[in-house]
Nanobody
Framework: QVQLVESGGGLVQAGGSLRLSCAASGPIFSIYAMAWFRQAPGKEREFVAVINWNPGTTYHSESLKGRFTIARDNAKKAVYLQMNSLKPEDTAVYYC??????????????????WGQGTQVTVSS
């Protein structure tokens, strides 16, 4: 059974940085790509970025591109989200997700097969 565990969230001041990690375990050979989503209180889950295991192609939300960067380490079976120049509106629970479909990069949460429990990121003004 695939398991995804996020870490690295916390409280940071506006303008600061955080690096989130997602550790994958189990039969991850079935996963084509890994993504980060976020969900703020009262809002829908929002796509942040996605990366495939091989060759490591990425796609970022246009609104976050330039501040957020997704990366992966195949040997560690881990995916990361580097977040810079954080703003209070970045406050949300951040989720790691995995998808089996390999036809394209998907930005809809319902397309993803596996989810972590989430990690809280709070940005103070």
């Amino acid at each position: 059974q695939v398991q995804l565990v996020e870490s690295g969230g916390g409280l940071v001041q506006a303008g600061g940085s955080l690096r989130l990690s997602c550790a994958a375990s189990g039969p991850i050979f079935s996963i084509y790509a890994m993504a980060w989503f976020r969900q703020a209180p009262g809002k829908e889950r929002e796509f942040v970025a996605v990366i495939n295991w091989n060759p490591g192609t990425t796609y970022h939300s246009e609104s976050l591109k330039g501040r957020f960067t997704i990366a992966r380490d195949n040997a560690k079976k881990a995916v990361y989200l580097q977040m810079n120049s954080l703003k209070p509106e970045d406050t949300a629970v951040y989720y790691c997700a995995g998808i089996r479909r390999s036809d394209a990069f998907h930005t809809e949460a319902q397309q993803y097969d596996y989810w972590g429990q989430g990690t809280q990121v709070t940005v103070s003004s």
